[in-house]
């Protein structure tokens, strides 16, 4: 753990109450944006869970037990990570999750078992876990961690008590980044606000992946030559790299999610936006689209995200409708539709 855990107060004095008061639930739903600390606060919770001292104290106590948890070494608490894997089915459920849940506590007073990406469950697999959160083993604690509760069984939500956890203030971010070094403040401004308050997010950029945010976003906008081509190249590179880099498609979501956002913030006359960097062209895109069109788009887009992340829809073609429909002009003005008969032959000759 280099970066210690930064806010979340109220989140963590709830956790730290219920283990001081004995009333602790055998099932939590940590939510909220990715890269935000989620992880870390359950791991401090399950530290709390087995301290050997008081058990109020936040992290760090120095205790043996403490420092187990800390360095990831203690034997009843165990972080369930699926990194690499699009969907998991009901035989890692079982493997995974359940065999360390039934085990009973080697030496501390709860089994806590903290699934991270819980979202990734597929729906046999959270249906097999149901009976788990039903009737937990005694002494245990599950910990689903994710950043899209809502695709998660409504009967799952049901079962754990819930805890959501907001965006980290973009200056705090930016701080960080500024203090790790490398960034003018400018930039470290930028990455902060295109990271939506995801501390974890913004570390992971760097001034690559920040040009192909540009290259994506332009070509999505029409606002590059021969837009029609790019996109369709774009959907092809992304989809390859979805399947060896899933993250690499959640970062893509993400960046056109915060650009819809943008265009949005800019109808309505707002200039909080966060794409600063591409504010000219914002500007003249969004007098091309409305609101109930841009509202579709961020629809489409949840849609698609779905479709090849839970469905396993085919990545590339439905990339290409996605992007074929963000880049559509309702009106007319600078955009793929005013060529749209040259577009679909384009596509045409492509199947
Ligand atoms: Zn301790």
């Not at 106590?61 to 034997?75: A, D, F, Q, W, Y």
């Not at 992304?238 to 943008?262: K, Q, T, V, Y």
Request: aromatic residues 6%.
């Amino acid at each position: 753990m280099t970066i210690s855990i930064s806010g979340h107060e109220f989140q963590r004095e709830i956790l730290r109450r219920a283990a001081a008061e004995d009333f602790v639930s055998h099932a939590y739903l940590f939510s909220g944006p990715d890269g935000i600390g989620k992880r870390l606060v359950a791991l401090e919770f399950a530290g709390i869970l087995n301290c050997k001292s008081d058990g109020k104290l936040p992290s760090g106590c120095g205790c043996g037990s403490c420092r187990k948890v800390e360095k990831g070494i203690h034997p009843d608490v165990a972080i369930v990570e699926f990194a690499g894997v699009k969907n998991i089915k009901v035989d890692q459920v079982r493997e995974e999750i359940e065999e360390k849940l039934y085990l009973k506590p080697f030496e501390g007073r709860f089994k806590v078992v903290i699934v991270d990406e819980a979202e990734k469950l597929n729906n046999s697999a959270q249906n097999a876990f149901l009976k788990t959160l039903e009737e937990p083993p005694p002494a245990s604690i599950i910990i689903l961690v994710t950043s899209r509760p809502r695709v998660l069984l409504p009967t799952i939500r049901s079962r754990c008590q819930p805890l959501t956890f907001s965006a980290l203030p973009e200056r705090y971010i930016a701080e960080v980044l500024a203090e790790k070094g490398g960034l003018s403040p400018e930039e470290a401004g930028l990455y902060a606000r295109v990271s939506s308050g995801s501390l974890g997010a913004a570390l992971k950029l760097d001034a690559e992946t920040m040009e192909w945010r540009r290259e994506l976003l332009s070509a999505l906008g029409g606002m590059s030559a021969g837009s029609a081509s790019d996109i369709i190249s774009l959907a092809e590179e992304l989809s390859e790299s979805a399947s060896g880099e899933p993250g690499r498609l959640d970062l893509a979501f993400r960046f056109i999610s915060l650009w819809l956002r943008d265009l949005a913030l800019l109808k309505i006359g707002s200039g909080e936006i966060s794409n600063v960097d591409m504010k000219s062209d914002l500007i003249a895109l969004a007098e091309s689209l409305d609101i109930p069109s841009l509202m579709e788009r961020q629809r489409q887009l949840e849609k698609t995200w779905y479709d090849i992340v839970r469905a396993n829809a085919n990545a590339k073609l439905s990339l290409e409708n996605l992007f074929i429909k963000l880049a559509r002009r309702p009106r007319s003005g600078a955009g793929i539709s005013q060529n749209p008969g040259g577009y679909a032959a384009n596509i045409g000759d492509r199947t």
